[in-house]
T-cell receptor, first 117, second 108 residues
């Protein structure tokens, strides 16, 4: 299994540009999520999905859109990039968040380092 | 907001046990405590989780107080490669929120 993969690894955008960060997992996980991590900070939850066709907002959803058309893929769209969105973006997946403990264990991708000029 | 409180940084001597505390005084009865770590700028890595009982795996031990309001992650023999940021997380209804974590530095 490849686990959780993210593309691209690095990206530079100009203010106002839009782009999509890709995330895919091959573990048949129902739950997927996106986090951002600013320098010296912990991770903050942007959006998450509990299954295909179902998404919800996390702590910092503004400026980002998500969709979940398949179990495997969970892309994150930046609608109009701003310098405040300069960050490292991590995608994660797990079997679920059903509260049974082990199934909630999240597996993280390697991250996408985004700079907005 | 994160439901946990951790010290921002700790040091540990190589070969000694590292004990990382976490306060989660508002934890609910069915919420699990998870520990992850993040080495440099890599994606976080799962370490261990628990509900009520103490847990041990090949990486660490987790001690949860009887009232479940705090816990301690124990790395029994810390190595230089254990230098990382350690996150204690109490899982919410449908999401897992990270706080600032504890930056553990293992020194020779």
């Amino acid at each position: 299994n490849a686990g959780v993969t993210q593309t691209p690894k690095f990206q530079v955008l100009k203010t106002g540009q839009s782009m999509t960060l890709q995330c895919a997992q091959d573990m048949n996980h129902e739950y997927m999520s996106w986090y951002r991590q600013d320098p010296g900070m912990g991770l903050r939850l942007i959006h998450y999905s509990v299954g295909a066709g179902i998404t919800d907002q996390g702590e910092v959803p503004n400026g980002y859109n998500v969709s979940r058309s398949t179990t495997e893929d969970f892309p994150l769209r930046l609608l109009s990039a701003a310098p405040s969105q300069t960050s490292v973006y991590f995608c994660a997946s797990s079997f679920g968040l059903g509260g049974t403990g082990l199934t909630d264990t999240q597996y993280f991708g390697p991250g996408t380092r985004l700079t907005v000029l | 907001d994160a439901k946990t409180t951790q010290p921002p940084s700790m040091d540990c001597a190589e070969g000694r046990a590292a004990n990382l505390p976490c306060n989660h005084s508002t934890i609910s009865g069915n919420e699990y405590v998870y520990w992850y770590r993040q080495i440099h700028s890599q994606g976080p890595q799962y370490i261990i989780h628990g509900l009520k009982n103490n847990e041990t795996n090949e990486m660490a031990s987790l001690i949860i107080t009887e009232d479940r309001k705090s816990s301690t992650l124990i790395l029994p023999h810390a190595t230089l490669r254990d230098t990382a940021v350690y996150y204690c997380i109490v899982k919410g209804n449908n999401d897992m929120r990270f706080g600032a974590g504890t930056r553990l530095t293992v020194k020779p």
